[in-house]
């Protein structure tokens, strides 16, 4: 990492988290931060967490762990014995953060050992409140967030996404509060408690469906393919379409950048000698899409889905792009690990694993022209003890 994109040098962070808060500390440390992975002597319960590389179970196999934890030194500590708390107390002295996944550590104690400390706490439903220290699953934070709720098809049940989402949701806000409350400490001279609370975290997943009921007490409801807010008369509009090799999002649109939408899908549709009656007859001018009666909108959606389908994913989003249209692939991880976009701004990083390189995602941003790099691949347990606790009392 070059010094322009080391932004948090010199800052230490204690992870002593599981999940979101193993994801906050991953961004810290993408970010510069020198973050030691703080581990019991039988090692994080992370190591374990399938899927593996090559489908094996082993140590250091673990695929979300080597992930939530690249760019990060590692070091084990039993705080049951008189050693591991001056071990631990050492590092707590020097730490300008420390996260945790859970109410273990008071914000009091830690900040009596250093002021200057920020606390990062990471539970389910936050510290305060009936709902604290109540544990919850992914599944449980996201069906008590609401967004569970809209996600799936009208009239069935809910439906979750493959892999957790919430702990990255909770990990990227815990990071964002570690690093708002380092800003005041400049000012302030001291350190302070980021209550994180994953409930509230994934509650603006689908902002817009809080929105709707402060406003307009308007409760949103599952509409599978198809977009909330788009109609005054009730009308719904379809979002996801199937394509020749995927799918792909796009939706009849108003203002003047969906006028121009429209006027340019009618061309690209003449151009493949596709016929459309009823959209090449619309007065692009006036359209105004939120006015539209269901069988208008039915109608016009009629002669989309056929020439979607003619295309593939790369062939849409080429031809939305030189014609400066709305629309997008619905990547899946392959598509996305053959970006050309992501190739061109040099996103994916290679760190060495049991198995050969792993590509992993690089820093979600650059800074005067360089990106924050991952480095370092996970430890192993308890690989930096020696060079943490040289300089820390035993």
Not at 153 to 181: C, D, H, I, K, N
Not at 250 to 273: C, D, K, N, P, Y
Not at 335 to 359: K, M, N, S, Y
């Amino acid at each position: 990492m070059t010094a322009a994109a080391s932004l948090l040098d010199g800052v230490v962070v204690l992870d002593v988290a599981t999940s979101a808060g193993a994801h906050c500390g991953r961004v810290l440390a993408d970010l510069g931060a020198d973050v030691i992975k703080v581990e019991p002597p039988d090692g994080d319960p992370g190591r374990g967490a399938p899927p593996f590389i090559g489908g094996r179970p082993g140590p250091d196999r673990s695929l979300p762990w080597l992930a939530l934890n690249a760019n990060k030194r590692g070091v084990t500590v039993d705080r049951g014995t008189e050693r591991g708390r001056a071990q631990w107390a050492g590092l707590v002295a020097r730490a300008d953060v420390v996260v945790q996944s859970d109410a273990t550590l008071a914000y009091e104690d830690v900040a009596r050992a250093n002021a200057r400390a920020v606390l990062v706490t990471i539970t389910p439903y936050g510290a305060t409140g009936p709902l604290a220290g109540i544990p919850a699953s992914d599944l449980e934070v996201t069906a008590a967030s609401g967004a569970l709720h809209l996600a799936g098809e009208p009239g069935r049940a809910p439906v979750r996404t493959t892999l957790p989402q919430s702990p990255f949701w909770t990990g990227m806000y815990a990071a964002m509060g570690a690093l708002t409350a380092l800003a005041a400490r400049a000012l302030t001279g001291r350190g302070q408690h980021v209550d994180v609370s994953a409930q509230a975290s994934m509650a603006t997943v689908h902002p817009p469906a809080i929105v709707f009921w402060d406003l307009l007490r308007e409760e949103h409801h599952r509409l599978g393919p198809y977009l909330l807010g788009r109609s005054i008369v009730g009308a719904r509009f379809r979002n996801i379409w199937p394509c020749a090799d995927g799918h792909v999002s796009f939706a009849i649109q108003g203002g003047a950048i969906g006028r121009h939408t429209g006027r340019s899908l009618v061309a690209w549709m003449r151009e493949r000698a596709f016929d459309a009656p009823r959209l090449s007859a619309v007065d692009w001018d006036a359209f105004d899409n939120r006015t539209l009666a269901q069988a208008d909108v039915d109608a016009l959606e009629a002669e989309i889905g056929p020439f979607l389908l003619t295309l593939t994913k790369r062939e849409f989003f080429e031809g939305v792009v030189a014609r400066n249209m709305l629309g997008y692939p619905v990547s899946d991880v392959r598509d996305l690990r053959a970006d050309a976009q992501l190739a061109a701004r040099e996103f994916w990083r290679t760190l060495p694993t049991e198995e050969g390189d792993l590509a992993l995602p690089g820093g979600f941003a650059i800074f005067d022209g360089a990106r924050p790099r991952a480095c370092r691949p996970a430890p192993r347990l308890g690989e930096h003890n020696a060079e943490v606790f040289g300089a820390v009392p035993a």
